[in-house]
């Protein structure tokens, strides 16, 4: 089993998740406690007392203080224990360790490596899930599978056709050309795949309204280990961005999954659908979220199936890889050199 | 502008073409050299050789 890259930002919960109340989450094999501070800002604490490990999303807030709910002991949001019940001397050793957090594009992002080298800078960016002009339709799936079998899903569209035909999958996802590109330096692994004349999906054609064939983009960004975007672009066939890069007679969706590995075998599969398109039309959001849901739902089963076969199967089973896998292969590379950096 | 241009023959890019229906695949290492391969992973294993595309060329042969 490979390790988890613990030096890394992992999206933890969307933003709205995140209240007054005591949000228990698991990355990376660490249990967390996340809640909202008086001053607006979010923490991040081990979801363990230090006194017999009970979880300290079942206590309750005192102000910024949580409140362990077996015995009373009594944390600041540094992770410091404040309080220990009955006596005045509070254990050297008595402090929870807390987390690394930043809130950006409507996601909280979470360090669990060492505090040490975390740097905000390096949080991978989706802008659109938090700009005027677009409008989101989101949701978190959780997966009975490691996040490398998600990994391999999403760098691979060609299962479009026969995992989700008659909602985004159309014969022509596979039988396109593909281009696949490693950035070695920014760490990034680019598929693209652009359509010319093709059929409009159902999950296109009931959104955009386009009427006949379209011109379809897709054009993966996959940030390892957590972020993955689908640059998708929607246009009636022949419409081509303007010289001067304007592209407004398309219509744009970006789809964007934050992956992140709650144990070994399970898998939080947070998955968010923007546009430019029908912004303010709440049929089209509706429309859009339940297909894009049963989309994820059909991997999901998927998967979870994926992971069942991988346990009971006898060590040293050789995969086989063709042409399709050239983004996946690319993608658990630097997995794996960011497992081992 | 000749900045940009210095940072963009520095940047460290692999690149595979591929055309479903054709078997073959496509490299391009950031150096420049080019590859043909019908196997994703030794197209791998040839743009990863870099510099030394020619000794991983013979070696990853399957036969
Ligand atoms: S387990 Fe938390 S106070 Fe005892
Ligand atoms: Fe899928
Ligand atoms: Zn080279």
Request: charged share 25%; net charge negative.
């Amino acid at each position: 089993m490979t390790p988890f890259p613990r030096n890394q930002w992992y999206v933890a919960a969307y933003r709205d998740e995140v209240g007054d109340d005591l949000l228990g989450r698991t990355v990376c094999g660490e249990p967390l406690m996340l809640y909202r501070l008086q001053d607006g800002s979010v923490a991040a604490l081990a979801d363990r007392c230090v006194h017999r490990r009970y979880p300290l999303s079942m206590g309750h807030r005192d102000g910024d203080r949580i409140v362990c709910g077996y015995h009373g002991f009594t944390y600041e949001p540094s992770g410091a224990c404040a309080y220990v019940p009955a006596q005045t001397r509070i254990p050297r050793t008595a402090r929870v360790p807390a987390y690394p957090v930043v809130e950006r594009d409507s996601l909280v992002w979470v360090w669990i490596g060492d505090p040490q080298v975390a740097d905000t800078a390096t949080v991978p960016r989706a802008p659109w899930l938090d700009s005027p002009g677009w409008t989101v339709v989101r949701g978190m799936e959780p997966l009975a599978a490691r996040y490398g079998l998600l990994v391999d899903n999403l760098l691979d569209l060609s299962h479009e056709t026969y995992l989700h035909g008659g909602y985004i999958g159309t014969p022509e996802v596979a039988e396109t050309p593909i281009t696949t590109e490693v950035d070695e330096d920014a760490r990034i692994v680019h598929v693209r795949r652009r359509m010319k004349d093709v059929a409009c999906p159902p999950f296109y054609a009931r959104s955009t309204g386009i009427e006949g064939r379209i011109d379809r983009w897709q054009d993966i960004e996959y940030h390892p280990p957590c972020l993955y975007l689908l640059h998708s672009r929607i246009a009636p066939t022949g419409v081509e961005p303007g010289p001067d890069g304007d592209d407004s007679a398309a219509c744009h969706a970006e789809i964007v999954y934050a992956i992140t590995p709650e144990t070994e075998t399970t898998t939080m599969d947070f998955w968010m659908v923007a546009r430019d398109f029908a912004t303010g039309d709440e049929e089209v959001s509706r429309f859009l979220a339940e297909s894009n849901r049963t989309v994820v739902l059909q991997d999901v089963v998927a998967l979870n199936a994926l992971e069942k076969v991988i346990a009971t199967e006898p060590a040293g089973y050789q995969e086989l890889s063709i042409n399709i896998d050239t983004g996946g292969l690319a993608a658990r590379r630097l997995l794996r050199k960011l497992v081992e950096q | 502008m000749s900045d940009v241009t210095a940072r963009e023959t520095a940047r460290t890019v692999y690149t595979i073409r591929w055309s479903p229906g054709s078997d073959r695949l496509h490299g391009v290492c950031h150096c420049g050299a080019e590859h043909e391969a019908e196997d994703p992973v030794l197209m791998w294993r040839w743009l990863l050789a870099h510099p030394d595309h020619e000794a991983c060329d013979e070696a990853s042969r399957p036969w």
